[in-house]
């Protein structure tokens, strides 16, 4: 057989001469830089990835290790590196990084540093749910931040516009945003994909201005939280079930506009 040629080498690189996009980049964990320069030991050095690009290289992963290592060694010493040539861009590199680090074997890359990157190049779906978020006077928590009309379900929110699409998507932010105005307790993960679970299973046949009445009844949100959080059917079809319920009370018992809840 053959030598077989890959696009990129292994090197050797001085410290200094190794760059961190902050852009995409996560940020440094300090307590596992420390952790690194108390334990090092040589056999457990992996090398870092990097990217050759415009006479620079950027690192995409092993960004703790390339901290710990000049902090230990200083600016000159010499780190193990695999070194690609075949990234020409800087989005490139932005996607290699996550894809490297979408592993479930190694200890993942936040949600929330996955979403910068991927709002930072561009990323299409992400881009669009910010705008929307934000088009409700809502925000994501892309950092650490909390509070009033903060959605810090990350996961969740991605799920529902995968789930959802664009315009229903909107629809489901637009409940949520008038029937609570941003409450903790209606952007949390179980209601977030509650609502998008009742949202692609009933719309165009509820009628959202009555449906954001009553969800916005004082005792309605407590009652769904609540609710959803009990019985054998927890997680999204219950929240879901619970938010029929809220609108279906709204109706007489004969109504032929009541949701069928036997559709979840």
Known sequence: MGVVSHPYEFKLIKAKEITVDRLYQRKIQKSMV???????????????????????????????????????????????????????????????????????????????DMWNSRLNRGDESATTIRKIVER???QLSIGHNAGTGVIRALE?????????????????????????????????????????????????EYNKDKLVEKLSKPTA?????????????????KYAEEIVGVYNNSLGKDSPKRLDIKKL
Not at 57 to 86: E, H, W
Not at 170 to 199: C, K, Q, Y
């Open 34 to 112: 420390k952790e690194i320069v108390n334990n090092f030991d040589y056999h457990k050095v992996n090398c870092v990835k990097v990217v050759y690009r415009e006479g620079q290289y950027f690192a995409f992963d092993g960004q703790q290790t390339t901290t710990a290592l000049r902090s230990k060694f200083g600016d000159n010493y010499m780190i193990p590196c695999l070194v690609y040539y075949d990234v020409p861009t800087w989005i490139d590199e932005a996607i290699l990084f996550e894809g490297t680090n979408d592993k479930k074997e190694r200890k993942a890359v936040g949600i929330r």
């Open 136 to 138: 409700h006077k809502m």
């Open 156 to 204: 969740a929110i991605d799920k529902a516009y995968a789930d959802l699409g664009e315009v229903k998507f909107e629809e489901m932010i637009d409940i949520l945003h008038r029937a609570w105005n941003g409450t903790p307790e209606s952007l949390t993960s179980p209601m977030i994909r509650g609502l998008a679970m009742f949202v692609k299973t009933y719309y165009g």
């Open 221 to 237: 949100l407590g009652a769904i939280v609540s609710g959803g959080g009990s019985g054998n059917r927890r997680g999204p079809v």
